[in-house]
């Protein structure tokens, strides 16, 4: 079932004009569809394919280390919780149903226990 999702502004028109070009409907069926040969236009992306893409563009950009499409949900979801936003938030932002998996993301960002261990080591 579709779920409302607010995107930024700057992400709709993007995909606005996408609409506006793909192959098939603009109006119903997947967004995001396969361009290959012999893929129907009915056919939804897979996430293999998305990892595909996202490792390809990482390549052509240069990068040391292959993206993931995972990697990129990990560091949005830390890039937002270092910005100072708060954990409950995040937790909508990243649409993770247990905000156990957020202090996760949380807990990895410093070392906590050895913080407060320093600290008290220094009283």
């Not at 012999?38 to 996430?47: K, P, W």
């Not at 052509?60 to 100072?84: C, M």
């Not at 149903?97 to 009283?123: C, E, Q």
Request: proline share 7%; no cysteine.
């Amino acid at each position: 079932s579709a779920t409302p999702m607010t995107v930024p502004k700057s992400t709709l028109a993007l995909l606005l004009e996408w609409l506006a070009v793909r192959p098939g409907s603009s109006t119903s069926g997947p967004i995001f569809v396969p361009l290959d040969p012999g893929s129907t236009l009915d056919a939804r992306l897979t996430g293999d394919s998305v990892r595909r893409i996202v490792a390809s563009i990482g390549q052509k950009a240069g990068l040391a280390r292959v993206p993931r499409p995972h990697g990129l949900r990990h560091q949005a979801i830390t890039h937002a919780l270092d910005s100072g936003r708060d954990i409950r938030e995040v937790r909508k932002f990243s649409r993770h149903a247990d905000l156990n998996t957020i202090l996760i993301y949380d807990d990895n960002r410093k070392d906590v226990a050895g913080d407060i261990a320093s600290m008290l080591a220094d009283d």
